[in-house]
Each structure stands twice: as C-alpha cells, then as structure tokens.
C-alpha cells in the first residue's frame, strides 16, 4: 500500500497528512483521439508556399546551446529567438492558452537562495506576479510550471530534501509531497500537470496519478523495465507517451494500450506533444555531449500509429517531417527543454 504525505497549507491547517491508496491498477474513462498522420515528406523552404502541413499549428520553443530559448511558428516554419541565453535561467513555461509565460531564475546572492518566478503576459511582457522563492533545502536550481488553469504553479528540485511544492501563482503556500511511503522523490522525477489540476508522476518503478487536493492517488502504471523515462501527457490528459529503452512508446491516459512509436538505430527522446494532441515534436539521435551534456535532432511525427522510422540515415516514414526552419536547409538541434502551445 502507497501513502503521500503532505504539508498543507501554513496560513490555514498545517497538520502533516498521511493518507491515500494506491491500487495496484487504476481504471479511468478515456476518449482515445481518432489521430490523423501527415503524408507530406518534403522538407520546408521558400519554394513551398505552405512550408509545413496544414494540420499543425501552435509554436515550438527549445533550447539550444548558447542561442538561449527558440522559437518556431506553423505552420509557416519562420524562426527566431524566443528568450535570449542566459545562464541563470532554470526553466520556463508557457500556458495553455499561450497569453502566459513563466520565467524561473537562479537570483541567489551569497548567503540567499533566491530563485525568482516572474509570471508576464505574452502580448507584451507586462508583469502579472512575481515573487522570490526559497525551497527548504536552500535549492537555487528549482523549477516551476503553471497549471492548465494558471492559477498555480508547481515547484520540482534536485534536491530530495525540497520534495514537491504547490504555490498559487503569486507565491502563496499550498502544499508540499515530500515522499511515498517513506521513499523520497529523486533527482530524475517527472512531474506533470493534467487538465483538472491533477498532477502525474513518476516515482521509482510507477506512473502515479494524484488529483486535488493531492492527499491521496493512485497507480497509473507500473513500469517494469530497465531503463525508461521522459514521460509526457497532452494537454487533454487522454494519451501518454514515454521513453522506454531506446524507443518512444504510447499508451492511454489509464496505462493501457502501449504501443511503440517510433525506431531508428539510435535513441528518441524528449517527446512533446502538439496542443490539439495529434502530433509529437521529439528528439531524434539523441546523444551525450559532455559530463551532463545531451543534444538531439528534431523531428515531428504523429501521436498515433507507427512505429515510425526516424533514423539519421535510413529512410525516414512518409509521415515523419524534419523540423527545419523556411529558408534554412538543415534540421535544428536542441539540447534543454522543450514546449509546443
């Protein structure tokens, strides 16, 4: 039997709660998306008066190297700069409805542990909240994430000490995870948001699904497999898609159904998924640069179907489109996080 135990809120009651039951399966009513594939194969460019498919829409942003955050819109394929580098920057996110962005920024000084949340508006960068946040165990690399609503933000750390924070968008305490079943989150925790505030997370060998007021949850999958991860949910919390080996795999929102994605005699990771939820954007060729260092390809492909071939060298699925920007001819690389809204 797994427990949660959590903080809740300082201003009201602040008793520490241990209570909830995981099932050692979850069932949950799910619409399974009808996916349409993409059947163009050429690369964009200026001779193509609609350089992607008419089916995708939206933004992607990705970071890579010293260029700090890009941008790419669709399905024009124009390019630019999004955030510039800035070495402080921990992560940032975008909500749902793209009027939002959220910057969280390494502001220590010596002696403080300040990391800065700014909340602005997308239009024109005016300042909605901003607030100093100090985790518990003095963590200057914290990372923060709007929910589907935008009225909270929730907080991971590298640091088991820090657990799992839940904030209101200006600062205020809403509650704390610190460990299931005695068992701390670790440094390679995944943690989502999913559409009516739930939150999905991976923790040792499960996939976990905890809804408001996350005192209590239940078991999504259990994964048993050697190596897996980069689990991500599209925005109507109705598919998954996670890492498993070398390969991306989907599966329903209940844990069933998994299929595999994509194949190439590399690795694919970092999947994001399109904000209609039928394509995913990834990262194909996935390799290590350095000590703590990874870059990658990227690619788009369907959510659905498959599996894909997204090899370097090999021909690629008809349904595969490189992601390179119009008047460009080489596909883009990243190497930190990435978003589609």
Request: a negative charge; glycine letters at 10%; one cysteine or more.
């Amino acid at each position: 039997m797994h427990t949660l135990k959590i903080e809740k809120n300082r201003l009201g009651d602040a008793r520490t709660k241990r209570r909830g039951l995981f099932g050692r399966c979850a069932t949950y009513t799910c619409l399974l998306l009808l996916l349409m594939g993409c059947s163009k194969d050429r690369a964009p460019g200026d001779d193509m008066p609609d350089a992607y498919p008419r089916e995708l829409s939206g933004t992607i942003y990705y970071d890579w190297a010293t260029e700090g955050i890009l941008q790419m819109s669709l399905p024009d394929g124009v390019g630019g700069a999004f955030i510039p580098d800035n070495s402080k920057l921990n992560n940032f996110d975008i909500s749902r409805d793209g009027k939002l962005k959220l910057t969280v920024v390494n502001a220590s000084t010596l002696g403080q542990y300040d990391v800065r949340f700014t909340t602005s508006n997308m239009s024109d960068g005016s300042i909605v909240d901003e607030f100093i946040y100090n985790s518990p165990a003095g963590n200057s690399y914290c990372k923060g994430y709007l929910s589907p609503d935008n009225s909270l933000i929730v907080v991971t750390s590298n640091d088991e000490e820090d657990g799992i924070t839940i904030l209101k968008r200006n600062g205020e305490f809403v509650g704390r995870l610190h460990d299931i079943n005695g068992e701390s989150f670790d440094f390679n925790q995944t943690v989502l948001w999913l559409p009516n505030n739930g939150l999905l997370l991976t923790h040792g060998n499960y996939i976990l699904r905890l809804d408001p007021p996350y005192n209590s949850g239940s078991v999504v999958k259990q994964m048993d497999y050697e190596d897996w991860g980069d689990l991500q949910v599209n925005l109507q919390g109705t598919q998954l898609v996670v890492r498993i080996g070398n390969h991306l795999h989907s599966m329903k929102s209940d844990g069933t159904d998994l299929r595999q994605l994509t194949n190439s005699n590399f690795k694919e990771a970092e999947p994001v998924f399109s904000p209609d939820g039928k394509f995913l954007l990834i990262g194909t060729e996935y390799r290590q640069t350095g000590p703590f260092g990874y870059m990658w390809s990227l690619k788009i492909i369907p959510s659905s179907g498959g599996p894909y071939q997204v090899d370097p060298v090999a021909a690629n699925s008809p349904e595969v489109i490189p992601v390179i920007w119009k008047g460009k001819d080489r596909i883009e690389s990243a190497g930190g996080q990435m978003l589609w809204r």
